[in-house]
């Protein structure tokens, strides 16, 4: 075995991506390491005998995690959308810090959900526009996680 860590590359399918990136978000490191953690405990699930874990590069603290959390735009307005509709919404990153553009579409479509929430009576044409710009943001989602963006 060489002394230094190698790098290996992988190909993920979206699905699985989403769902490595999702975990990394939840346990609060990079993704690499995630996929490294997951990798070395099937290994040793099969019986290989392992060297002890890289050192772990230091990452983003804590509080600048949370402070880049905290400039999302409507995090919890877009995380409340992420949980009613979970299928429309699963090729969105895990972390929208990495990208303003998709948090900005997210938080204006939980906007607009909330919107319609609040109404007494909502407008059926505009729950059906709600549908077709969820349904047309779900498309461009699935389209980015396929290019790998």
Do not use: C
């Not at 230091?58 to 509080?63: D, E, I």
């Not at 895990?94 to 959900?113: K, N, V, Y």
């Amino acid at each position: 075995m060489s002394p230094r860590p190698g790098r290996v590359a992988i190909s993920l399918a979206p699905g699985e991506r989403d769902a490595l990136a999702r975990v990394a978000h939840e346990t609060g490191e990079p993704i690499s390491t995630t996929a490294g953690r997951l990798l070395r405990a099937a290994l040793a699930d099969h019986g290989a005998q392992l060297d002890a874990p890289p050192a772990r590069r230091s990452g983003p603290t804590r509080t600048r995690r949370a402070k880049a959390a905290a400039t999302i735009p409507a995090a919890e307005a877009i995380e409340r959308l992420r949980k009613r509709y979970p299928t429309d919404l699963r090729h969105a990153p895990a972390d929208l810090s990495a990208d303003t553009h998709i948090a900005e579409q997210l938080a204006a479509l939980a906007a607009w959900r909330e919107d319609l929430d609040s109404a007494a009576e909502p407008n059926p044409r505009e729950l059906l526009a709600f549908g077709h710009e969820l349904r047309t943001t779900a498309a461009w989602l699935q389209d980015r996680a396929r290019r790998g963006r």
